[in-house]
């Protein structure tokens, strides 16, 4: 039985394939982040980020090759203005996908997005961004 106190949720860093290599981040009110969302019941972290991703980006699965061997976890307690207390442990499952190339974004829960230069070391978002993008920069130098 899930644990009510959890909200398991995923999502998908995009990079691009072609050089210079970009990456896509979302623009929310007060910060940048990923097209990531919440599981529905009975999915699995990889459906979830598929999906999530489709929603918000409107680039459909068969866009998006995902990286087999790699997957980034963190969690961190969030609040829900529905549910003010108590705070509840958000798990993250974040994959990383390839696409060929930026593409236009059609947002649909966004502000609007950024296609921005994979150059690591990045510093845009402490808690959850700068920590996937240093994972990222290691796998890819393995």
């Given at each position: 039985m899930a644990n009510p106190n959890v909200v398991e949720a995923a999502g998908?860093?995009?990079?691009?394939?072609?050089?210079?290599?970009q990456f896509l981040l979302m623009r929310h009110p007060d910060r940048w982040d990923l097209?990531?969302?919440?599981?529905?019941?009975g999915e699995s972290a990889r459906q979830t980020a598929l999906r999530e991703t489709s929603e918000e980006t409107g680039?459909?699965?068969?866009?998006?090759?995902?990286?087999?061997?790699?997957?980034?976890h963190t969690e961190y307690e969030v609040r829900y203005a529905d549910q003010p207390d108590p705070?509840?442990?958000?798990?993250?499952?974040?994959?990383?996908?390839?696409?060929?190339?930026?593409?236009?974004?059609?947002?649909?829960?966004?502000?609007?997005?950024?296609?921005?230069?994979?150059?690591?070391?990045h510093a845009i978002q402490p808690e959850t961004i700068d920590p996937l993008?240093?994972?990222v920069a290691r796998y890819l130098a393995e």
């Open positions: 998908v860093l995009l990079l691009t394939r072609a050089r210079p290599r097209p990531k969302g919440h599981a529905e019941p680039l459909g699965p068969a866009a998006i090759a995902l990286e087999p061997d790699f997957q980034f705070p509840r442990t958000k798990r993250l499952t974040i994959f990383l996908g390839w696409i060929d190339r930026p593409r236009e974004i059609a947002c649909t829960e966004h502000s609007g997005y950024r296609w921005w230069p994979w150059s690591p070391p993008l240093s994972e």
